[in-house]
């Protein structure tokens, strides 16, 4: 099987630490002169730009988080000026302030480079033809697949997500190799075929990536018999550089990080301690070539487990399992990321509407739904069921404003929302992850 970047993906590990150290010297440097919001979080730990000699001092660095990117909205923790920045993408915030991440020309070079050993460790190649059916626009996914697409002299078909009776008949008229999308699209894709009555004879499918949102062995399984494919994992987050971060090779057994880019830690989510190998905990990441936002030891809230041991197919770099759990309430429907404390924020601005509610996601038909209840005034259930149906609406709007994604709404009268002592449990999620 191709490996893209012989050189780095299969490096000697002392030789790799020895890039590590000096990488990350320079991006403390950078980060220390360039960008003030960090400058003062170092000078407030003691630290100046020399304290990094090695690799190992990233443990002395402060941590970076959600809210930091929030604090500083849009551009704060840019490290360029503007004028360098020749791409911006966006995910959503915690409370609706979306993160914003800007790319110089070489971070998107660096992007198209991971991007490419993403898509050869997947099986792809210059004769293939991918159809990239993850979104296009702020979303990382489409662009990031797309670039990495063309550098690796595939046919890259930009179709975007959405719309499955045109991704069924380009899938057949243009003889689509390699599919990427979410791995519930993916199933959903499959039923179409079937639906559709095209048979299986008539597509070329070979491969799929899947990612922005976790999927299970059971999943995988489902995926790869359903459209006669191998099915591999990706991984990434827009604040790191979007997809790219890490994927799987043909031997399906963990997510090669690209560590020469963006170098893992495994932390304990409460006491923040970096935990011993091979322990579960909470992923962080340090950029470590990034130029327009790099981050230091940023808190991605995504658990797992690192594997420093020898992959079958040669590559030397980390794997990380697959990554099943978060340490946060982030929800991940269709993609979109998405907090309950998003939702409580449109709630709160509609005076008429209680602050109790529930959300309820579930999968049908292999896509996710998301259900919210919520509890109004008595006097809406006593007036005409027309000004009922008006705020339902009118919820349903700022809703669909405000996190981008479709929610069904049922309004319920006041008290019939279980209460909870202590932490209430306001998310039902019935998917099977
Ligand atoms: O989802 C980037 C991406 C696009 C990855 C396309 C793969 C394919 P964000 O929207 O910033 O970026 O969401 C990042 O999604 O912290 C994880 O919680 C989750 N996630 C991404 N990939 C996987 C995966 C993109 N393979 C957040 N398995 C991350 C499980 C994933 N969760």
Known sequence: MDIWNRHFECMDRSDLRKIQSERLRRTVERVYFNVPYYRHKLQEAGLGPEVVESIDDIRKLPFTTKNDLRDTYPFGMFAVPMSEIVRLHASSGTTGKATVVGYTRNDVSTWSEVMARTLTSAGAGRNDFIQVAYGYGLFTGGLGLHYGGEKIGASVIPVSGGNTHRQLQLMRDFGTTVIACTPSYALYLAEAIQDNGISRDDLKLRCGVFGAEPWTENMRKEIEEKLRIKAIDIFGLSEIIGPGVASECQEQEGLHINEDHFFPEIIDPETLEVLPEGSVGELVFTTITKEG?????????????????????????????????????????????????????????????????????????????????????EVFFQDKISQLQNLRNRLQDNLENAVGLSIKVTLVEPKTIERSEGKSKRVIDNRKF
Not at 341 to 369: F, G, W
């Open 293 to 377: 936002l790099p981050l230091i030891r940023y808190r991605t809230r995504d658990l797992t487990r690192l594997n420093y041991s020898k992959c079958k197919c040669g590559r030397t770099l980390v794997r990380m399992d697959k990554c099943l759990g978060r340490s946060d309430d982030m929800l991940i429907i269709r993609g979109v990321n998405l907090f309950p404390s998003q939702i409580e924020t449109v709630l709160l601005a509609m005076s008429e509407i209680k602050p109790h509610y529930r959300i309820i996601v579930d999968r049908l038909n292999n896509l996710d739904v998301i259900e919210l209840q919520v509890e109004v005034d």
